[in-house]
């Protein structure tokens, strides 16, 4: 029983991971809590949708072709939208991804209808796995799964990649990268692609476990925030712990207290853990001078 | 001054208004000026202090249900009972901006966020005191022994507090307070080292912006007389944001702007349903990029509220 809960809360964890995830790696490099990305998300999915559903694509083709378009929705928004605000206030930027969510859930409906679709799994059928004596759904070890590999690919892209040093520098200092020939437009473009990518693999998976409608990612968004808040935004791996701890939590209090406290209870997290440590529990405090 | 010579004719066209228009407009400009209220001290809180809140819906939530209840089982008379809701509020408000005291804007927008989802969630479960989401159903309100049941009565109220509330605004935009939270605005570490109480102005903002959303609250709980937690959402808190960005930030004229704007965009597309997201989704993003001002600023200087 309690094994079962752990499990499903750390595949519940592990989508708001990669909601998290995105959301991170955007504020990161241009300090913008992106309130449109659970949107974007959500029209990517439905884009996978009208390719298996309308042009009968296989699966894999289909999340494919839907995920390069994730990565180029993030980046012509970051282009479109946010690039004529960088200089500006963050407020503006802020309020503009929030229009953004508007635009988008709209469109979504007037395209795609608000009624609930099916969204395919290809492990839809899969037996269940054995986990120390506990049976788990193959979707929900999927899930933990492609959120690891997501975080790692991220990482050692930053690490390792020439493209992920220029991301990184832009992030430290915009001002100093471009004095030293980064092209730090590049650098925010790549940032809000990789957010746009984790976020339509957020989208493709979340969509199967629940139906795909135009509101689905909305309870995520907020959810990766907080998981995100809880573990610190400025750490990947803070991103990635935070969500989980965030999931079982959840689950555990949902079972054992009151099923709708559950809910109440992320928000409980996050804004305690906003008055007491605002930088998450892995975060590191970034000093600014003066 | 242009401002000034108009306002005469205004004030007397909007008293006549109710008599000339049906009942239906007369709702919706009701609507527009509690919609108005809330813009107003969201610009105090964003157009003046800089911060951002995604929670005013929680606010404008917990003046209409305090409102309610109160009159509902015979505590307090109607205009009392809107006054201690927004008090009530503005207590909720304090304590809700303490996080705000150490947060940076990105924050204070998450943390708002959450504090909204907590009070609707709440008021869902709450059953024993706001009904759940079966509602609560309000008889009309009395003032002095009069029973407002009919919509003008409603609008002058209405209109009485609005005229009201831009004034204070008004006021307190262009006293010390307004001066010390534009200051926090546009710099926080300037305002510092010139002795103003970073803290105690934020937290002044953030309580005011929810006086106002409480007592818009309490007047909206009776123009629509049936209250669901379900119409008190994010969508809401961001509409809110919306109608200042739109009408004009730091701008007096601008939060009316707003709530015009908002409330006539889905009359204008009625039946498309989608189509009002749509617009007002794009006009907060170009407002953003093209119009920063919002649309008091295509209005005279002398409207402005800085």
Redesign the interface.
């Known amino acids: 029983m309690i094994g079962n809960l752990i499990l499903g809360g750390l595949a519940a964890g592990s989508l708001y991971a990669l909601v998290g995830i995105a959301l991170a790696i955007v ?1 990161r490099v241009t ?3 992106n ?1 449109a990305q659970g949107e974007m998300a959500m029209v990517s999915t439905f884009v996978a949708y009208s390719l298996l559903d309308r042009y009968g694509l296989g699966w894999w083709a289909a999340v494919a072709l839907a995920l390069g378009f994730a990565v180029l929705q993030g980046v012509a928004v970051q282009i479109l ?1 946010i690039r ?2 960088i200089g ?9 991804t ?10 979504a ?2 395209i795609w209808g ?1 009624e609930t679709h099916i969204f395919p799994s290809p492990l839809g059928d899969a037996p269940p796995v054995f986990v120390a004596g506990v049976p788990l759904p193959l979707d929900s070890v999927a899930n933990i799964g492609v959120a690891l590999a997501v975080i790692l690919g991220v990482t050692l892209l930053l690490r390792y990649s020439w493209a992920g040093l220029a991301l990184r520098a832009t992030s430290q200092d915009a001002v100093m990268a471009r004095l030293v020939g980064i092209p730090i437009g590049r650098s925010f473009a790549l940032a809000w692609g990789l957010g746009g990518l984790a976020g339509g693999i957020a989208g493709v998976l979340v969509a199967p476990a629940l139906f795909l409608d135009t509101n689905m990612m ?1 309870a995520l968004l ?1 959810k990766g ?2 998981g995100g ?1 809880l573990g610190g935004l400025s750490s990947l791996w803070g991103v990635f712990g935070g969500c989980l701890v965030l999931g079982v939590l959840e689950n555990l209090v949902g079972a054992y207290l009151s099923p ?1 406290f559950g ?2 209870l ?3 997290v ?2 305690a853990v ?2 007491i440590r ?1 930088e998450g529990l892995l975060g590191r405090v970034r000093m600014r001078k ?1 | 001054m242009t401002g000034r010579r108009l306002l005469l004719p205004l004030a007397a066209a909007l008293l006549a208004l109710p008599w000339g228009v049906g009942g239906y407009v007369t709702y919706l400009l009701t609507l527009t000026f509690i919609y108005a209220l809330v813009a107003i001290g969201m610009n105090l809180l964003t157009g003046l202090a800089g911060q951002i809140s995604l929670g005013h819906a929680a606010f404008f939530a917990i003046g209409a249900y305090a409102t309610g209840l109160l009159t509902q089982r015979g505590l307090l008379p109607f205009p009392l009972a809107l006054l201690a809701a927004a008090l009530l509020s503005t207590g909720i408000g304090a304590l809700a901006a303490l996080p705000a005291l150490r947060l940076r804007n990105l924050y204070l927008a998450i943390a708002t966020l959450g504090f909204g989802t907590v009070v609707q969630k709440a008021l869902f479960e709450w059953r024993g005191l706001t009904g759940g989401g079966a509602g609560l159903e309000l008889a009309p309100p009395h003032i002095a022994g009069l029973v407002l049941n009919n919509g003008r009565a409603l609008y002058y109220v209405a209109l009485a507090v609005l005229a009201l509330g831009l004034w204070c605004a008004g006021n307190v935009a262009r006293m010390r307070t307004g001066r010390a939270m534009l200051m926090l605005r546009d710099s926080e570490i300037a305002a510092g080292t010139l002795g103003i109480g970073i803290a105690r102005f934020r937290v002044a903002a953030f309580a005011l912006s929810t006086f106002y959303a409480a007592i818009a609250g309490g007047l909206y709980a009776y123009l629509v007389r049936y209250i669901n937690p379900e119409s008190f959402g994010l969508g809401l808190s961001i509409s809110f944001l919306g109608m200042v960005v739109v009408g004009g930030l730091g701008s007096r004229a601008g939060p009316v702007l707003g709530a015009v704007f908002f409330v006539l965009l889905p009359e204008a597309f009625r039946g498309i349903k989608d189509a009002p997201g749509l617009v007002f989704g794009l006009a907060l993003v170009l407002a953003m990029i093209f119009l920063p001002r919002g649309l008091a600023g295509i209005a005279p200087r002398s409207w402005r509220l800085t």
């Open positions: 504020i300090d913008i809590p309130f939208v004529p605000l500006g206030p963050v407020l503006s930027a802020v309020i503009a929030l229009g953004l969510n508007i635009v988008l859930n709209s469109i409906g007037m608000h909305g907020i925030f907080a808040v709708s809910d109440a992320t928000f409980i996050l804004i906003l008055t605002p003066v």
